[in-house]
């Protein structure tokens, strides 16, 4: 109880010290006190001036530094919001790019092939390995049929293996099951490509060409012949990295490049015609 009361009288002697401080600055600030007060009062009031004036920056200055923060803030989350949307902005510019380099992959590659008539489909599924063989959004309803031949990045991917109503499948040249009747288009030597498989999706081998004038070399074009029973003829294929000849000095081996792009498959031409 003891002491309570002291706090309590504490309190109450602290409040009327304070009043009567702000009293005597009132009463000073008027000229309503004799000199010899304001003189004995300027000991009493310059102090509790001074430390009003400490107690009363300090406040203003813990105000302004909540009022910084609370703005740096919502700065801060205005700034996010806005990073978010240009960000949201750039992935679909991103994505609108990309379908216009996928279109206009389809337009050049539909110009460069034009004496054939196509459809145009999108790669839906494929093997797990890779694109040894895949699945299109287009089949029998479209015009499609198996055996017919399949573009992508200016060159041949494949065939149709499997059609359906609304589906087909399709077997790539580099699955190792491939093998395409091909020549090479700067001497004409026929030869035979075949897939690798999963030993490379990037490279095609090709051997028995018939370049007994060893005419044949490294960068020389390689396109589907016209000795094909599947294949349509004058379809690139890829360009020659690698040639030897075989052991019987007649007939050449190598490796090519392939044209097609397998590792970003997203959109092919089917060539709607058979070969006769």
């Not at 510019?93 to 337009?107: G, I, K, P």
């Not at 081996?253 to 006769?276: C, P, R, Y």
């Amino acid at each position: 109880m003891k002491k309570n009361r002291s706090r309590i009288s504490a309190k109450y002697i602290l409040f009327i010290l304070v009043l009567l401080c702000v009293l005597l600055i009132a009463l000073s600030s008027q000229g309503l006190l004799p000199r010899q007060v304001r003189d004995l009062a300027g000991y009493v009031i310059t102090p509790a001036q001074k430390g009003i004036t400490s107690v009363l920056q300090w406040t203003e200055d813990r105000f302004s530094f909540f009022r910084d923060k609370k703005s740096l803030i919502d700065e801060n989350r205005e700034l996010k919001e806005k990073v978010a949307q240009l960000e949201e902005q750039n992935r679909d510019l991103q994505a609108a790019n990309d379908q216009t380099a996928q279109l206009r992959e389809l337009y050049d590659l539909d110009r460069e092939y034009d004496s054939y008539p196509k459809v145009a489909a999108n790669v839906i599924g494929r093997d797990s390995s890779w694109f040894e063989t895949f699945i299109i959004d287009k089949g029998i309803a479209d015009g499609i049929q198996a055996d017919m031949n399949v573009l992508a990045g200016g060159a041949l991917v494949g065939k149709v293996i499997q059609a359906e109503e609304t589906w087909s499948q399709v077997r790539s040249v580099t699955d190792d099951a491939s093998n395409v009747s091909a020549m090479n288009a700067e001497t004409g030597d026929y030869c035979v490509v075949t897939g690798e498989g999963s030993r490379s999706h990037t490279t095609l081998t090709f051997s028995q060409m018939t370049d007994s004038d060893g005419n044949s070399k490294v960068g020389d074009r390689l396109v589907t012949s016209n000795i094909s029973d599947v294949y349509l003829p004058g379809l690139l294929l890829g360009y020659i990295t690698e040639l030897h000849a075989d052991e019987d000095n007649v007939t050449s081996s190598g490796a090519l490049s392939v044209s097609g792009d397998f590792e970003h498959l997203q959109n092919v031409m089917v060539i709607t015609t058979l070969k006769e």
